[in-house]
């Protein structure tokens, strides 16, 4: 099965900053590959696919590239409402399909 | 607008067996590979079963693999998980998930979850 790291596991930032996720896959999926947000109590809802595609109706500010073993997420400028966990998704090689461990955002 | 509405959680004891069900609308249920991904308590998301569109192909997590099966019903606009043999560590929210596509891709609309409990 193809692993998924994600780093870091937990981020303390503020509003406007510019952040940075990884998330580094055990072998290559090509570009075969999502990131989610979950908030508290919510399902999660896809932000980017393939790698670097931003989903519609999601804002501009975030941001997603990489491909092969290494991809990040960015979010340009924080907004209150991005404080959340954050997950990656390969899909290139399943069964199974496999996340990543999660990066929680937090108000710093 | 695209809806998942997930039933059938609830508590059971360790042994025992419990069918969720997923009512869709507002796509085109068959044309679409559908998914149950699960959520411990605490924990991060673990993808947990894929059916093709039309029911050709499954797939299922080494954890579960032989104890749950799932199922659709394309003319209910359906989709189904009969889980048996239930173990304390299948305690989760269940979501059902759309795919993008007629296989598995991602997970472009989330239902809002069931919670199964398996305690004594």
């Known amino acids: 099965a193809i692993q998924l790291t994600q780093s870091p596991s937990s981020l303390s930032a503020s509003v406007g900053d510019r952040v940075t996720i990884t998330c580094r896959a055990s072998q290559g999926i090509s570009s075969a590959l999502a990131w989610y947000q979950q908030k508290p109590g919510k399902a999660p809802k896809l932000l980017i696919y393939?790698?670097?595609s931003l989903e519609s109706g999601v804002p501009s500010r975030f941001s997603g590239s990489g491909s092969g073993t290494d991809f990040t997420l960015t979010i340009s400028s924080l907004q209150p409402e991005d404080f959340a966990t954050y997950y990656c998704q390969q899909f290139n090689s399943y069964p199974p399909i496999t996340f990543g461990q999660g990066t929680r955002l937090e108000i710093k | 607008q695209v809806q998942l509405v997930e039933s059938g959680g609830g508590v059971v004891q360790p042994g025992g067996s419990l069918r969720l069900s997923c009512a869709a609308s507002g796509f085109t249920f068959s044309s679409y590979g559908m998914h149950w991904v699960r959520q411990a308590p605490g924990k991060g998301l673990e993808w947990v079963a894929f059916?093709?569109?039309?029911?050709?192909?499954?797939y299922y997590a080494d954890s579960v693999k032989g104890r749950f099966t799932i199922s659709r019903d394309n003319s209910k606009n359906t989709l189904y998980l009969q889980m048996n043999s239930l173990r304390a560590e299948d305690t989760a929210v269940y979501y059902c998930a759309k795919d993008r596509d007629i296989v598995a891709t991602i997970f472009d609309y989330w239902g809002q979850g069931t919670l199964v409990t398996v305690s004594s």
């Open positions: 059916i093709r569109y039309d029911g050709s192909n499954k």
């Open positions: 393939d790698a670097s």
